[in-house]
């Protein structure tokens, strides 16, 4: 019996040096679960990191272990491990604390750098949606419709019009618009509340199986606050009749595992111009979210945005030149559009019982559309003018699904993301059509209705072998295009179906804590309309993006983080859009090349520098040399600045963005012109709850192009047509105040 004592008592004592498994989450000070967090045990050196759910597993640990917890953003925390912790769990949470580079932990993410583009949105807090997509490193934007229209993107050597190579979504939710009236990909972001936004996700290249249609230069997925810990109301007023009121408001304070909130936005503008944009929107969210059973989680969350404005539109240089008009001048001062969307979304996380998460979501989306544009003034039609209407009326149904399982095989820890989804877009009315001042309307160019499909599923996983992770992954989307041609004088259905197989494999390598390489490739895609597919009979239906990035993200000093890529991508087709057609047509095979630069670096404990670059060479493949060129793909832009926060009271920035002269047309003839503008904002806590702030744009009133296009047009009072560059003039020195309220 002593002996059988003595034994057990030395088994005991083996199993507490080799340690338990410590079983744990991590929390932020909503009580929210916090991703990746780092954690490691400083005596074994053993390390884990939080899943979908906040939560880890670290193996071998024992009573009075020393853990180390970090993550980007938020206050690194020590503590030792008790045997309560061991028999029951353990919950952590982490405060706040913007930004200190000497905390992050460079861990074996496929995607790094999205961690410090959430760290600059905090650094920098946006307050307009325009600035959302500047968050993204190397991509640009710019307006040339009034304000309402959404934005022309810019990344990574592709003039991507308003989607056409990016896709974007909220919440699960997608932002582009098949075929859309204005033209592929369509992404109005207007209807997102910025202030709502908690973290941005986003890859650069066609990298990722669980992102489908439009991702070829990249994706940006943006996700909102689940919570809030204050509310807000703020109110700005600035030059050219500038106004922007917001609210948010906390509906349930310290209920037990159920938070909600809802949240406005009222904005007006009428910008430089002679003539007014008499822009508004209107923007109302609201959020619930809940804990089922203590861990699994349920959000329901309803939007609705309504916006309208005049344009002056486009402006031909050589209306400047003469004096016809001045810069901030129009042609056809009647353009303008009015549009609306309304949002239903619910989201499930469930963490199953083989301890797996499910993450899922259903949405519904109700979408109208109205824009009326003349890019050729009286090329066409010297009586009245080429003005056209693009118009739509459109529901969106969709859901996503996704398992997420880990299991290891020896010393190879694997994860496994299976994922299904259904996206289905029913669209009246998709008209294009020749008007004259808004009112009239001369004829229709198209008319018709648009039903689309798209069924999807993948499968990605990721192994962890030492220091290398490789993750092989693939994607099927299959698609079904239906038209019914409203003018045509006989009823027809058109119809078509497609299917697309695109594998994806990447490799990370982590030679520390502070230097990562990684190769990147795959396959993408973005669907062609469904109108050139079927009336035209499109041979490509769903064009491939063939890309590979090799690059590292590097922290040479506790302070310093630097990140690059030299990258090289090869479509086979383009889209070009006809704006005086109001149509897409596609223009070949082209191929991108280039480098992207990014620096981080923390001056002190309260003055943060970021910065980045894209160096790019765009070609198309079809064409003789010197006839080649991309019609307005960047050759090179840059963008960043400086910020600072808690000096005394005040905070604030300086930020630029350049964007370099490029090719217009074909042969390089005509040639937009580059910028650079910078803006600086500051701002003052006057006590606990009041902020007043002062906003600065283009602070050295620089005289700008913000969009340009190279378009053949006529005048009402010239014989012959022109083809020249057509503009939408840059904001000049243009202020605004704000107080902020909380409570």
Sequence with gaps: MTQKIILLFAMTLCLQSFGQQLKGIVLNPL????????????????????????????????????LKISILGFGTKTLKVTEQDLQNGITIKLDT???QLEELVLRKEINALQTLTNI????????????????????FIGQHAGGGKAEQIFLRGFDIDHGTDVALSV???????VSHAHGQGYSDLHFVIPETIQKIDFGKGPYYA??????????????????????????????????????????????????????IEYIEFDGPYESPQNFNRLNLFAKYNTFLNGKDKLTLSASHFTSSWDASGQVPVRAVESGLINRFGSIDDTEGGYTSRSNLNAQLQKTLDNGAILEANTFYSKYDFELYSNFTFFLEDPINGDQIKQLEDRSIYGMNAKIISTKDYGNVEAKFTKGIGLRYDVISDNELSHTKNRSELLNNIQLGDVKQSNLYAFFNSEFEIGKFKIAPSVRLDYFKFL???????????LSKTK??????LNFLYTQNDDLQWFLKSGIGFHSNDARVVLQENADKVLPRAYGADLGNIWKPTKNLVLNTAAWYLFSEEEFVYVGDAGIVEPSGESERFGLDLGIRYQLTDHIYFDTDATLTHARSLEAEDGEDYIPLAPSFTMA???SFSDLGKFSGGLRYRYLADRAANEDNSITAEGYFVSDFNINYKMNQDITFGIALENIFDVEWNETQFATESRLQNETDAVEEIHFTPGTPFFAKATITYTF
């Design 31 to 66: 009580n929210e679960p916090l991703e990746n967090v780092y954690i490691i045990n400083q005596n074994s050196n053993l390390h884990t990191h939080t899943n979908e759910t906040g939560s880890f597993i670290l193996e071998n640990t024992a009573v009075d272990n020393t």
């Design 210 to 263: 669980n992102q489908g249609d439009f991702n070829t230069a990249g994706y940006v997925y943006f996700a909102t606050k689940t919570a809030i810990d204050k509310n807000l109301i703020s109110v700005s007023y600035g030059d050219f009749n500038s106004l922007r009121t917001v609210g948010m408001f906390n509906l349930l304070e310290n209920a037990k595992n159920n938070d909600a909130y809802v949240a």
């Design 483 to 493: 038209y019914n041609d409203a003018l045509s004088t006989t009823y027809e259905t």
């Design 640 to 642: 960043g600045g400086l």
């Design 120 to 139: 600059d949105l905090q650094v920098n807090p946006v307050n307009n949606s325009q600035e959302i997509l500047r968050k993204v490193p190397g991509l």
């Design 499 to 504: 299917a697309i197989v695109n594998p994806k």
């Design 97 to 99: 604390k913007i930004f």
């Design 171 to 177: 919440d699960g939710m997608p932002i582009n618009m």
